[in-house]
């Protein structure tokens, strides 16, 4: 206990409850934890503050030192789970889940609505600074839960032009890449969903600004998303997001036609 003797959270001051109820009792630590399952360190540490309880801590130290609730009542609350997604792409989610429809430009990484479980789990593996295990399972689901956008009900208008790099970078292994080509070969088979290649032989290029997404709200609200280093931005208004619109459909036609583009992804899946 610090010097004050008063405790300075919740969980110093569940801790000092905890003791109270069992020293009433006329139990010891190492007899409480046999009790309720734990060890006496847990038990101890607890006690201390220097970590909430886990799990059925709570609940059956409660019954087991007669505290009628009041151990359940004083107990820290678990912190809110925090988001997967980064506070700044939140907004852009909340979009995408009801848009009408979606365009993407992408220029050096598969697209998070076309990756594959173990193309994504790459992804974060590479990131800098390093994720934790959890932190990346937990971004791994949370992109996967966005694919669900591809079989919505009704079917949204979705596209992507893609540089050849997005299909030759071997993220994770070659196998994995290869597993990634032959589901993106299968996403490009959709009705809805146009996905081309865009010519590294081409003289002219207007995406060399680099990738951005199109929405069209369930409102028919159009917006832009462009994500840069640690952050990223909307683009609502007049003439940036016409000229996006705009750059976007001569990528389409600068671009290999979907049914082209198709076959190179079978053929480079082949030769992997």
Sequence with gaps: ?????????????????LRHFRERAGLSQEQLGK???????????VERGARPPKGAFVQQADEVLGAQGA???????????????PGWFTGFAEEERGAHARHEYETHVMPGLLQTEAYARAVFAS???????????????ARLARQTLLGRRPLP?????????????????????????????????LRHVRIQLMSPDREDHAGLNGPFVLLETAERKQLAYIEGQGGSFFITEQPDL???FGRYSV??????????TLETIEKMAEEL
Aim: glycine residues 4%; charged residues 25%; hydrophobic residues 40%.
């Design 127 to 141: 990131a800098h600074p390093t994720y934790d295990d959890d932190e990346i399972e937990e971004k791994v689901a």
């Design 157 to 189: 208008d979705i596209s992507f032009v893609l540089e050849l790099s997005t299909l030759t970078r071997p993220i994770g292994s070659r196998r994995i890449l290869k597993a990634q080509l032959h589901h993106l070969a299968e996403v490009a088979r």
């Design 251 to 260: 990528l389409r036609a600068q671009a290999y036609t979907p049914e082209r």
């Design 71 to 85: 151990l359940i009542v004083a107990a820290p609350k678990p912190p809110k789970k925090r988001s997967p997604l």
């Design 35 to 45: 009790r309720i399952g734990y060890s006496k360190s847990q038990v101890a540490m």
């Design 1 to 17: 206990m610090h010097s004050s003797d008063q405790p300075e959270s919740t969980a110093e001051m569940f801790g000092l409850l």
């Design 242 to 244: 016409g000229d996006l």
